[in-house]
């Protein structure tokens, strides 16, 4: 069977699909037991992490798998399984920042101190929201550069 699905579509299938599948995976499938302790220093907080990103990334695994076979995206296992990774690993580093984006100090979490010195503190100190806001635009940047990792040449 030839492939005659753009590159261009797969990547707005792909995005859509990683996009509606994040939702799903971030607020209806979350344990909240995990959504609480996700963002605590140790063991306890890494393990609930862990916990959220491997349904998260499920979620989304399925949505890719079931979705490339009905349309006939012919999605690459490899690409696929990398754009899984960029997902799940930038999820991870994003939610251990629960309950920490107004901290500044040393012991706050690398994004938080990133999203500080770019500019942010004045915002995450002054908007209980501004958290919460900037965890989802993180959450959307990678779920782009997901896609175009899955999107790309099928051979």
């Given amino acids: 069977m030839r492939d005659t699905t753009t590159a261009a579509a797969r990547f707005a299938a792909v995005y859509a699909l990683l996009t509606a599948s994040h939702e799903a995976g971030d607020y209806w499938l979350q344990r909240d037991a995990d959504a ?12 609930a992490c ?12 399925l949505a890719l798998a079931g979705a490339s076979r009905y349309l006939g995206l012919r999605l690459s296992w490899r690409r ?4 899984l990774a960029v997902s799940a690993a930038t999820h991870y ?8 984006w107004r901290e500044d100090g040393p012991e706050a979490p690398a994004l938080v101190r990133f999203a500080h010195r770019s500019g942010k503190g004045q915002w995450l100190t002054r ?3 501004a958290g919460p806001l900037l965890d989802q635009a993180w ?11 899955a999107a790309g040449p099928t051979r």
Avoid at 36 to 47: I, S
Avoid at 139 to 149: D, E, Q, T
């Fill in 127 to 129: 908007d209980p929201g």
């Fill in 50 to 61: 862990v916990r959220h990103v491997a349904s998260y990334t499920a979620t989304q695994a």
């Fill in 36 to 47: 609480v302790a996700k963002g605590r220093h140790g063991h306890e907080g890494r393990a």
């Fill in 80 to 83: 696929t399984a990398a754009a």
């Fill in 139 to 149: 959450h959307k940047a990678w779920i782009a550069a997901a896609a175009l990792v």
């Fill in 93 to 100: 580093a994003a939610d251990r920042c629960a309950g920490h």
